[in-house]
């Protein structure tokens, strides 16, 4: 009973020591993660309170004018991205990196460096920079505690906000969205060449941006001769209509809607509507298409 009563000692007596290691912090850690298009931009950092002080006036103040500032409290604030990107304006390797800043009254600027390890800016070296823009400062409402986040975003690019008092300075971020997403497609392409999904899906994305419409065509066709479906045969039917040939575009969507409305697939329900109509705006153009031929065919002979 001793040897119980003693272990039960032990374990409160760790448990009360583990907890008391977490205190409260006067400026908290925080992070958030924003995904634009296929890549992931992270930014980790502590976040300070104004508590009736003021920032960035005079040296008395937070984080004064024309002086560098770890943007931030604690450790070095991070930004990390999984790929390779354009911090407004300067291209940068994927990698994580410490943010800086050096506020003033007209523009900030904003600096990318190499050492996430410094804390503060004791041992900030500007020879490990890998990006100094310059970014206006916008007066906003008022942010009692320091803020990071992302706004205004696409799949190719968003707006990094720098928020304190009332100030925020927004920095541009830019990824090639488009290059990275055909070469991940491609390498898996190129790893699995007769998956028929993979095929579509990369052919669909073609599609869906204009893009090298021709090879689309040929990895639809593939993936229809591994296996046939609704899908893949209305994917060719819009490819096709794309590049004008309406002619060779209807049958195949009319042979999409009958195959999809006997496939019992559940996710044709999605799909029908489209296929209906897409069908009656490729009836509705072939009229049109075929009263130019003979007009084409004088033109030929002259």
Do not use: C
């Amino acid at each position: 009973m001793k040897k119980y009563f003693l272990t039960m000692i032990v374990a409160m007596g760790t448990l009360v020591h583990a907890t008391a290691q977490r205190t409260p912090q006067p400026s908290p850690g925080a992070s958030t993660t924003q995904a634009v298009g296929v890549t992931d931009f992270t930014v980790k950092y502590s976040r300070p309170g104004i508590k009736g002080r003021k920032a960035f006036q005079d040296s008395s103040a937070l984080a004064p004018l024309n002086q560098l500032w770890r943007t931030g409290a604690n450790a070095a604030t991070t930004l990390e991205a999984s790929t390779a990107f354009v911090f407004g304006g300067h291209k940068v390797p994927a990698g994580q990196y410490a943010l800086f800043t050096i506020p003033s009254g007209s523009a900030w600027t904003v600096i990318l460096n190499k050492n996430v390890k410094q804390g503060g800016t004791a041992n900030y070296s500007q020879a490990e920079d890998v990006a100094r823009v310059m970014v206006a400062p916008q007066s906003s409402n008022f942010t009692e505690t320091f803020t990071i986040d992302f706004s205004n975003i696409s799949d190719s690019s968003a707006v990094m906000n720098l928020s304190w008092a009332s100030v925020t300075v927004p920095i541009e971020l830019m990824v090639d969205t488009q290059e990275l997403t055909m070469a991940g497609l491609n390498k898996a392409i190129a790893e699995k060449p007769e998956d028929p999904a993979l095929l579509q899906s990369t052919a669909g994305y073609m599609l869906s941006k204009g893009k090298d419409l021709g090879q689309a065509l040929s990895m639809v066709d593939k993936a229809i001769g591994i296996k046939e479906t609704f899908s893949n045969l209305w994917l060719k039917a819009q490819i096709l209509g794309k590049l004008g040939k309406v002619a060779e575009a209807l049958p195949l969507a009319q042979k999409a809607l009958a195959i999809g409305q006997s496939s019992g697939d559940s996710s044709f329900g999605f799909f029908k509507g489209q296929i209906e109509k897409g069908i009656t705006d490729m009836q509705a153009s072939l009229p049109a298409v075929k009263s130019l031929a003979p007009a084409l065919k004088s033109k030929k002979k002259k």
